[in-house]
């Protein structure tokens, strides 16, 4: 079975180029280990292991890709404006803070649940006729030759193999197609379990998402749709995350919560439930071998403490999409080795950049040494003083200087 190209991994990563792809004429087949929820409720979100409790902040530049898409107005309605964002410091004097209307930008981004993304792009994946859809794959071998990339997979007890001129592996951060061709990877595990819920406040959120640097690690909270709804995103330390976890904790947890926050979001009134995630960075030492170019946390998984990884992954795949689009235009191969080299290279600057400033934050604000401390609170003050540095920043969290 032939076909333009295959993306292995149907996370939001893969479902997201897939329409891009699909919007560019191309024929794709999209193979997904984990069988799709089906949806039958209208307001009913399952959770699935690619769609799960978090939330993804999309930043501007993203939110302009889903726009191109034509599903923005679809996704719009679930999610929230970030429109302040306040940095601050436990104890600690330093603080900033960033405004969209003095940034002179309709807003720095928007919240969504990964859950009600996640529902939106599979929706529109099976009413893409170019797009052919194949869940509860397993993936057993992936090989190459001049021409052609194969796979080979389990579907149940059907065997099944596929060819292409392009696969594009975006099968999260333990590949099984980036073992496959022997591609290394770096890991760095922060020794962090990420606690991950919704919680309700007595103050409305006013769409002001705040960063917060505590003794526990560094807590995102962010507004979600209902004015006193909020995301939670709290990194602590492997092997405490069992105190924060099940209702006989939730008293715990939001009074941990309102000890770190004081009176800025109001009272913690409610919370839901809590799920964890183990934080750790791995890198792909190669992101293009032959036909196969790695793709979202198969090639970069990286911290979450600015939300900028899923955000990196779609300006990837939208640069891909124009290397693509390129050869299309020249007739010419698709999977062509030198061409997914160069959108490697062309990639690495932003990614890197990206991916040492998260790694930077964590361990600086990590370290509680006093004269550390000291330092980072007046970096956070002369951020907030020092002029043309907040746009520049700003501009780097939006996307839009990638």
């Known amino acids: 079975m032939q076909q333009d190209i295959i993306i292995v991994g149907g996370g939001m990563v893969g479902l997201s180029l897939a329409l891009m792809l699909a919007k560019a004429k191309m024929r794709v087949k999209l193979l997904e280990a984990i069988k799709y929820p089906d949806y039958d409720d209208a307001n009913l979100v399952p959770y699935h292991s690619s769609f799960d409790a978090r939330n993804s902040a999309l930043s501007r530049r993203t939110v302009q890709i889903y726009q191109e898409l034509e ?5 719009q309605a679930h999610a929230t404006p970030i429109l302040q964002v306040h940095i601050t410091e436990q104890g600690s004097f330093g603080k900033a803070r960033l405004d969209a209307k003095q940034e002179q930008v309709e807003s720095f981004g928007q919240v969504i649940e990964n859950a009600w993304l996640g529902r939106v792009l599979l929706t529109q994946v099976r009413q893409q006729p170019l797009i052919e859809l194949i869940d509860g794959v397993i993936v057993t071998s992936l090989t190459q030759n001049e021409n052609y990339a194969q796979i080979k997979a389990n579907q149940g007890d059907n065997l099944l193999s596929f060819q292409a001129k392009l696969i594009i592996a975006a099968d999260g951060r333990d590949s099984f197609c980036r073992q496959a061709l022997g591609i290394g990877a770096s890991e760095h595990d922060y020794d962090q379990m990420a606690i991950v819920t919704t919680v309700q406040t007595s103050k409305p959120h006013q769409h002001v998402g705040f960063e917060r640097f505590s003794h526990l690690g560094p807590l995102a909270l962010l507004p979600l749709p209902g004015e006193y709804r909020r995301s939670v995103v709290w990194p602590v330390k492997k092997g405490t995350e069992e105190e924060w976890l099940g209702e006989q904790n939730d008293q715990h947890f939001l009074n941990a919560l309102q000890e770190t926050y004081g009176d800025r979001a109001g009272k913690f009134q409610k919370t839901g439930k809590r799920f964890c995630f183990p934080l750790s960075q791995v890198l792909a030492e190669k992101q293009a071998v032959g036909r196969v170019v790695l793709m979202g946390n198969a090639a970069h998984t990286i911290h979450p403490v600015a939300g900028q990884g899923f955000n990196l992954c779609m300006r990837d795949a939208y640069v891909l999409l124009r290397y693509l689009t390129e050869q299309q235009a020249k007739n ?62 700003a501009n780097y969290a939006m996307g839009l200087k990638a």
């Open 332 to 393: 010419a191969d698709i999977g062509e080795p030198k061409m997914l080299l160069a959108y490697e290279q062309a990639r690495l600057t932003d990614q890197q950049r990206v991916i040492k400033f998260c790694d930077a934050v964590v361990r600086g604000f990590s370290n509680q040494n006093p004269l550390l401390k000291f330092i980072r609170n007046t970096g956070l003050l002369a951020f907030d003083n020092i002029p043309g540095v907040k746009p520049l920043i």
């Open 71 to 75: 599903l923005w107005d679809t996704l």
